[in-house]
């Protein structure tokens, strides 16, 4: 790498040095990433080492139901479906049907279409629903829509896990921003009050990580239920 090397183009070089060798994208799942270029949102997926640790996670948690918040074009959605295995259940909210579809033709090509519902709709009221409907608990929440909401998706993330479960939410620094507290970005705001939520909790043992690479600078947050 050159020295002249900016941040970005150094984390870049260490991302695709890591893929290379850890991280292995298979056909379906790098046409479900370019195939984000047709939704409404282009190129706003999980990384592939990103996607990695999600499925990574899910198996650790040994999650057979995950419920997704912001499903784009199914990305990390297969990443979950492969986790969870034949027998699992991964739903995931979107609210484009444009996007819904593109997932879902994804899905079928990944062969995973049969465990993934894609539920189309303003993710605030599919998870109502599926709270009024007394859906069995989800064994991890993965936050990724619109982040102004997520202080309501922790609440109805809440609603629908059950003791152990993990909820892993997305772009939790912005590129440093989350520390800006004058900021007037609905986003950060939204970032900032569910951590807060989160720090209030006593429910939940939780942790975040900056995070560095082809998407820049950002960070998830981790957490579990006791
Ligand atoms: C960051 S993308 C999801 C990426 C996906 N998790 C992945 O990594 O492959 C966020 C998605 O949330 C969707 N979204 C935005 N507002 C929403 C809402 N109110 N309800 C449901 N989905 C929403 C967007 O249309 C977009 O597809």
């Known amino acids: 790498m050159s020295e002249d090397a900016t941040p970005q183009e150094a984390w870049q070089a260490v991302d695709e040095y890591l893929m290379d060798r850890l991280v292995a994208e298979d056909e379906a799942l790098a046409t479900a990433r370019e195939s984000s270029a047709r939704t409404t949102l282009p190129h706003i997926e999980v990384a592939p080492n990103q996607g990695a640790l999600l499925g990574l996670l899910a198996q650790a948690a040994g999650a057979r139901r995950v419920l997704e918040f912001g499903t784009l074009a199914g990305y990390s959605a297969i990443w979950f479906a492969r986790a ?84 892993v939410i997305d772009n939790v620094v912005r590129g440093g921003h989350v520390v800006d507290e004058d900021s007037d970005d609905p986003r950060i705001h939204g970032v900032r009050r569910v951590i807060e939520d989160i720090s209030a909790n006593p429910e939940l043992d939780a942790t975040a990580l900056q995070t560095v690479g082809v998407k820049g600078w950002d960070g998830l947050l981790v957490a579990r239920r006791r």
């Open 84 to 167: 969870v295995g034949e027998s699992g259940r991964v739903v995931t909210l979107e609210l484009e049907e444009q996007n819904a579809e593109v997932a879902r033709e994804n899905l079928a090509r990944a062969g995973v279409a049969e465990r993934v519902e894609v539920l189309a709709g303003p993710a605030a009221r599919t998870a109502a629903e599926l709270i009024a409907a007394d859906t069995e608990p989800f064994d991890l929440v993965f936050i990724d829509a619109d982040k102004p909401s997520n202080p309501e998706y922790l609440a109805a993330a809440l609603s629908l896990t059950r003791s152990g479960s993990l909820i």
